[in-house]
């Protein structure tokens, strides 16, 4: 038997949450706070470990298979490709960095840090299940499973509106999750009928027939429920309200990690379970996308609240992803997996700098702020890197990965690329007035008491801010894992690049070309 790496990275951090919440509560208040960092830390190391042990150029890795439920041939099966270890260590990087950035929070909640820091880790351990899951089933329980840390992060930690925040969130994800339990039972149907019984193995059923209209209704029922989770414009209205409600830990965990559930679903079940329906609704999704982008970009803007204009900001740049996921092509394709990781870095900077900002000062509100540059300069150099990171600045992790999504988007439509590219314009807007009004100007009443950010607060955002300026400079690390996943992809899928426009046409253009 081989060494259970996967299992030992994904079940650690659950059994690290439940040794916190079973800290006595006479005990020192740091002690449940040093046991989740500690297990956050041990995690990471755990899965930079597997990181350099992955090969680059074989496909899933690291497999287990056990079964599980007999009757329903449901299997507990892990494995790990290129794009489930950027996501898995994107994970395993935020959440450590959340659990400082949020060291007294827990204190101000209605129940004990104990549970916040617990609810922390049991989150994070059923994100890596998520990204690790080759069994269908599997991954509907633990997709589902995500639901109930987060809920209670929110209803038990959150702001006045907490309670009405967190019962939208859970009923919009209820929602689309019992619309994915529809296609998973269809697939449960489907796959009965085969030679070899019912089975929910990726492996089994991405060489399986469907038919084409079972195909389109199955990729339906999961598209749904992605679109709900990344989230896309009409199922979105959940996102904004519960990142104002949540702390800001609990909206980074939220948005960083939970939402590219929903992208990472896209990429290995529509696509690799419903390639013929995926290219059915290729022209659908990419419109919606678009629409999305702008939407966003447009809404973020008309914010007066700080957490729901980087809310917006979300939605839109998760478009983004999915845009790029659908064109597919290979810089696509590429583009949106790296951004998936850049856009996880870059809203954490985001959410931490401004949810110490409005912890010291007591309001989320723009219009409470000005001048903050001259009583916090850390603070306000912090957020416009944060902020140009978002914008996608060249130079900076977003950018590689925002310009490969416009680059395939080009080859699929121009069109397409030009609509898109108003994003970033868009982007660049309320990036820069949300700065301009906080950060510069006279200092606005109350914010000349605001003390700029302490050592712990910007150890914390060290790492991130640091891999922002590294990946936007050398992102090869991460090319190198995506890549040969992206191949597998679009070779499952039964895509590829188009070719160059050479020969006759250039001829034509050029008849000494020829010669």
Sequence with gaps: ???????????????????????PRS??????????????????????????????????????????????????????????????????????????ASWNDGDEGRWSPHAFFAWMLFLEGLALGVFLATDVFLFYVLFEATLIPLYFLIGGYGGPDRARAAVKFLLYNLGGGLIMLAAVIGLYVVSAKSPGGPTYLLSDLQHMHLGTATGRWLFLGFFIAFAVKVPMFPVHTWLPGAAEQGTPGTSVLMVSILDKIGTFGMIRFCLGLFPEASHWATPVVVVLA???????????????????????????HFSFIVLGIFVMNSQGQTGANLYMFNHGLSTAALFLVTGFLIKRRGSPLISSYGGVEKVAPVLAGLLLISGLSSLSLPGLSSFVSEFLVLVGSFVYSPWAAAFAVLG??????????????????????????????????ITALAPVLLLIVVLGFF??????????????????????????????DSAASNPEAGQ
Excluded: C
Excluded at 76 to 94: A, D, F, K
Excluded at 293 to 312: E, F, H, N
């Design 424 to 457: 970033i314009v868009l982007a660049a807007l309320y990036i820069l007035l949300m700065y301009q009004r906080t950060m510069t100007g006279p200092t606005a009443e109350g914010v000349g008491d605001i003390k700029d950010l302490n050592a712990r607060e």
């Design 27 to 100: 005990s020192a208040l740091a002690l449940p706070k040093l046991i989740a960092f500690g297990a956050s830390l041990a995690t990471l190391v755990f899965s930079a470990v597997i990181a350099l042990k992955y090969d680059t150029a074989k496909g899933m890795q690291f497999t287990e298979n056990h079964e599980w439920i007999k009757l329903f041939g449901a299997h507990y099966s892990l494995g790990l490709n290129g794009i489930g270890l950027t996501l898995v260590l994107l994970t395993t990087i935020v959440v450590p960095v959340v659990i400082l």
């Design 1 to 23: 038997m081989s060494f259970p790496w996967l299992s030992i990275l994904f079940l650690f951090p659950i059994a690290a949450s439940i040794v916190v919440a079973l800290v």
């Design 475 to 504: 992102p090869k690390p991460l090319l190198s894992i995506i890549n040969p996943a992206v191949h597998d992809t679009l070779a499952q899928v039964g895509s590829s690049d188009p070719a160059p426009k050479v020969g006759a």
């Design 290 to 316: 678009i629409f999305t982008i702008l939407y966003g970009g447009l809404m973020a803007i008309a914010q007066d609240s700080i957490p729901r204009l980087i809310a917006y900001t979300s939605v839109s």
